[in-house]
């Protein structure tokens, strides 16, 4: 009997300090892990550079690339006249005058990097049409794929991009968003203001990688600084 009571004894006084001992290891693997998987959904995801920053321009080595002919950029159109109190250019189902004005301003960055060796697709929308139009200077090709915003977007804009030709396709939010999902671009760090260009490098060789964005103001302040 002495020797049940002694052991008694001990569980009553040692058991309980181990379940608490368990319990904090546990929670410490549970805090790891936790840690652990926030570290790793950084480090994985693909950031998107604000080419308009500091001299992220310059690091991103866009100018370098377009004169390969390495580049995909979409384009998101000009601001749409039907979701804005402004002024329509023309047709109700197309952007806005201030839409218009930074449309052009895309289109003077763009020639300053130099549309002799690129391509250039509109979706065929009104909106996108007439964006395109001005960035150009004149009427661009529509394709219907290029409007078509799903899972399977990404994979034909590497299917239409030829070697050494940049690509330029004029489109929507919704089709940037899946192609910037299916690189690895978080939702927080998903964005596609009007006229904001993502640019991307496409070489035929290397896995697809993003470079950063432009919007249309960026497109003006940095032309002379950066572009020319």
Not at 90 to 119: C, F, H, M, P, Y
Not at 125 to 130: C, F, H, V
Not at 182 to 192: N, W, Y
Request: proline share 3%; charged share 20%.
């Amino acid at each position: 009997m002495p020797h049940t009571l002694i052991n008694d004894s001990l569980i009553s006084r040692f058991v309980p300090h181990a379940l608490r001992l368990h319990g904090k290891y546990l929670a410490l693997i549970v805090i790891t892990l936790v840690v652990g998987a926030v570290v790793l959904w950084f480090s994985t995801a693909t950031p998107v550079m604000d080419l308009g920053a500091g001299n992220n321009m310059i690091k991103s080595e866009l100018k370098e690339k377009w004169v390969q002919g390495s580049i995909v950029a979409l384009v998101r159109h000009a601001e749409r006249c039907d979701r804005s109190a402004n002024p329509c250019l023309g047709d109700a189902e197309g952007i806005t005058v201030n839409g218009s004005n930074a449309a052009i301003a895309v289109g003077t960055g763009l020639r300053q990097l130099g549309l002799d060796k690129a391509r250039m697709i509109a979706s065929p929308s009104t909106r996108t049409r007439q964006t395109a139009d001005l960035i150009s200077g004149r009427a661009v090709t529509t394709q219907d794929w290029v409007s078509e915003c799903d899972s399977a977007f990404k994979e034909a804009v590497l299917a239409h991009k030829s070697r050494n030709e940049n690509l330029i396709l004029i489109t929507h939010s919704g089709c940037i968003d899946h192609f910037e999902r299916q690189m690895g671009v978080r939702a927080g760090e998903r964005s596609s203001a009007y006229t904001q260009t993502l640019f991307v490098k496409v070489d035929g060789i290397h896995d697809p990688r993003i470079l950063g964005s432009l919007n249309a103001a960026q497109w003006k302040e940095l032309a002379d600084a950066h572009l020319n």
